[in-house]
């Protein structure tokens, strides 16, 4: 039997609904609502702090690979927490079919935070980038894998011109050198194969030593412990993106004390 490839699932499904979205809001009209936001919060100064690892604490319903994550899920009292507790980002998954987002969150969590907040979803065309400024999004997930050299150094070039950073995700040594030929500033290390779903700590072990010193780091996937965020301060790691063992967690604020040692 052949084995699942959920990546192409979901993929299939944006594309519809992008569509979809562009029957609703033309690209156009998107580029002149864009003109009245406030400017975007910097991300990369957020969790680019000297001596320290940064959490980017994410908000998430469900995911592909456990299904509903958490039952009572309320969008705004997570951020609430996560802004109380003093996260130095926050991560909202606006995909709908497979994660349980939606765009909306995005503008409700950032009205509510003083942190930046990141769009994490499938992106792969210019509507999607004017669309994450529209609901306010400070910076976006770039996933090296599905996307070209130059549509990567569009869609970076897009988020800059729009005020956004970027995140540029790799999974593998292909990916990752195609993103250090780029000028990537903020580069994620996905632990998390998103075919496969499987993770592997060791992804990180494998690919961090490869990256330059002046790239700016967030590892994502499988960060379970305290143990774990320890080993990725002393690799050097700027930042973590942790979302499941909070989101399983009856008492959130305490599993972020817990997990990041706060």
């Not at 792969?124 to 770039?142: G, K, M």
Request: proline residues 4%; neutral net charge; charged residues 30%.
């Amino acid at each position: 039997m052949a084995k699942k490839d959920t990546l192409k699932e979901i993929i299939q499904k944006k594309n519809e609904r992008v569509l979809l979205a562009k029957q609703q809001i033309a690209e156009e009209e998107l580029k002149e609502k864009i003109k009245g936001i406030p400017p975007a919060r910097p991300f990369i100064e957020a969790i680019n702090k000297p001596r320290q690892i940064s959490l980017i604490a994410e908000i998430k319903r469900s995911s592909p690979s456990q299904g509903v994550i958490r039952e009572d899920f309320n969008h705004l009292q997570i951020a609430q927490i996560y802004q109380d507790i003093g996260v130095q980002a926050l991560s909202v998954l606006t995909e709908e079919d497979f994660f349980g987002g939606s765009l909306a969150y995005l503008s409700e969590v950032k009205n509510i935070v003083a942190a930046p907040v990141l769009r994490k979803d499938f992106i792969f065309e210019p509507y999607q980038v004017y669309e994450s400024r529209f609901y306010q999004a400070d910076a976006i997930l770039l996933i090296a894998e599905l996307l070209s050299k130059d549509k990567i150094t569009e869609l970076m070039g897009l988020s800059a011109d729009l005020g956004m950073d970027c995140i540029v995700e790799v999974h593998g040594e292909k990916e990752l050198k195609k993103v250090l030929n780029l000028k990537v500033p903020l580069i994620g290390i996905n632990n998390r194969d998103l075919r496969t779903l499987e993770v592997d700590l060791k992804t990180t072990e494998k690919l961090f030593p490869l990256i330059p010193k002046d790239k700016v780091v967030v590892v994502e996937s499988g960060i379970r412990n305290y143990q774990d965020v320890l080993f990725l301060k002393i690799l050097g790691v700027n930042a973590v993106l942790i979302g499941q063992a909070f989101m399983e967690s009856p008492d959130i604020r305490k599993k972020v004390e817990e997990v990041m040692g706060w």
